[in-house]
C-alpha cells in the first residue's frame, strides 16, 4: 500500500495490475490491500451479511440488494466465491443508499468489473489532483464523476 495526502493507504500498481488467475497467495494479499483501503470508510461486507442487515434495519432484503446492484446504485465486487460490497455506499446510520456515487457508477460500471471500480474509488486520481475519489465523492461529487468521464474516455481508448 502506499500513503496518499491524506495519509490513509491508498492501492499501488501490484493491485491495480492483479490477475485473479494469479497465484492465490497473490490473490489473499491483494484482497487484504483493497480491505485495508476501504477499512476507515466502512470496510467491505458480505453480500448476504448486508441483504440481513437491509432486511432487519431498512426494510430490504436480497432481492433489493441485488436491484441496487442491477441499477447500478451500487456495487460490489466477487472474491472467493463470496460477492463483497464496500460499505462507503451506504449511510450506515440508516443503510440509506447514497446518491453521489451513482453518476461515477453510471460512467465507469459498461468498462470497469466490481474489482476495477472498488480500486479506483481508492486510488489517488491524476484528475482529482491525486485525491481519492472516495475521500472527495461526498464534498465534490460533480468533479469525481468528471474524473471518471475522463477515466472512460480513456479506458475506450
Known amino acids: 500500500m502506499q500513503p496518499t495526502a491524506s495519509g490513509r493507504a491508498a492501492v499501488g500498481p501490484a493491485i491495480r495490475d492483479f490477475d485473479r488467475a494469479g497465484p492465490v497467495a497473490d490473490e489473499f494479499a491483494a484482497f487484504d490491500v483493497l480491505r485495508s483501503a476501504y477499512s476507515a470508510l466502512g470496510g467491505l461486507a458480505r453480500g448476504d451479511d448486508l441483504a440481513r442487515l437491509l432486511d432487519e434495519r431498512a426494510g430490504g432484503d436480497f432481492v433489493s440488494l441485488a436491484r441496487l446492484i442491477a441499477s447500478r446504485r451500487i456495487f460490489g465486487l466477487e472474491w472467493q466465491h463470496t460477492f463483497w460490497i464496500p460499505m462507503f455506499q451506504f449511510d450506515l446510520g440508516d443503510f440509506s443508499v447514497r ?54 474516455f480513456v479506458a475506450n481508448g
Not at 460500471?109 to 480500486?119: E, K, P
Not at 481519492?132 to 475522463?150: G, H, K, N
Open 99 to 152: 446518491r453521489c456515487q451513482k453518476p461515477v457508477l453510471d460512467e465507469l460500471a459498461s468498462q470497469f468489473d466490481g474489482w476495477r471500480l472498488a480500486v479506483w474509488f481508492v486510488e489517488p486520481n491524476d484528475w482529482l489532483n491525486r485525491g481519492r475519489p472516495i475521500d472527495l465523492i461526498a464534498t465534490s461529487p460533480d468533479e469525481v464523476a468528471q474524473a471518471a468521464r475522463a477515466d472512460r
